[in-house]
């Protein structure tokens, strides 16, 4: 039996990867802040797919509750297959110079430093048996910069370098790395970008048929379920009507 650990595992691209995942019969670790969440996707994929699950309430920004939360998982948890570090959010769509600094700290702090600290203990974890796969989930804003963009789009971008960065440094322990770069995604990921603003949020997918959050998870279980032999580094998946970050055809 295999295990997963997904971040961000209460919505959205990582609710989705958790069902799929559970679908194939993994064990799965499940991370995100809100606990009520957290507990209703475990209970549900247990009695649907019999498998087991462990919640790890946390917020990935505070590296001493993560590592607790983590680090006092039994051993044999520790076993962990794969890793998709999902957790990740946007504040705001404002020119640099009416940017938000809590908003930056906040997407940077999440996108950046919170990966990377899930990734220091769960590839320790996974060098100690010398196999894994670890999965960023990027974004098209970490392969290109849109109006307005800016902070989020550096957060991609650093996402995008510590994919290259942590499939150097783990090549020696066999683990494989892939970035998943998705454009644009309908889940709560536009609610959370305007802070509760529905009507805003929905604007952003009005006229086109955005990707859904299956679709993204589907790219994930089919890198995953490569040959032991290949690894995929990174894909760029889009909306069919999304040419670009900024470039897209509404109806
Ligand atoms: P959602 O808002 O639906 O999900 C985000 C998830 O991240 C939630 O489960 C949330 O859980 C969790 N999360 C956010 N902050 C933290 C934190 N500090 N600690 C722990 N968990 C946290 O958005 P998506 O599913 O769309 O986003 C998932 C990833 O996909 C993000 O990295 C995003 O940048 C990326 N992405 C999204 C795209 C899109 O268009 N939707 C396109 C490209 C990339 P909780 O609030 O319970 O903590
Ligand atoms: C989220 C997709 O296009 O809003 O990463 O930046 S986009």
Known sequence: MKTALITGATSGIGEACADL???????LILVARREHLLKDVAKRLEEKYAIETK??????RIHDDLS???ETLPAQWKQVDVLINNAGLSQG???????NVTDWDTMIDTNVKGLLYVTKIVSNWMISRKSGHI???????????????NVYCATKHAVDALNKGMRIDLLPHGIK???INPGMVETEFSKVRFKGDEGRAK???????PLVANDIAEAIWFVVSRPAHVNINDMLIMPTAQATGAIIKRN
């Open 177 to 179: 790395v892939t970035a």
């Open 68 to 70: 607790y939360g983590l």
């Open 21 to 27: 995942f559970a679908a194939q019969g993994y064990h």
């Open 203 to 209: 604007k952003v997918y009005d006229g086109l048929e």
């Open 55 to 60: 919640t790890v309430v946390a917020d990935v």
């Open 93 to 99: 769509l404002d020119p640099i110079d009416k940017g």
């Open 135 to 149: 999965i960023n989930i990027g974004s098209i804003a970490g392969q290109e910069v849109y109006p307005n963009g």
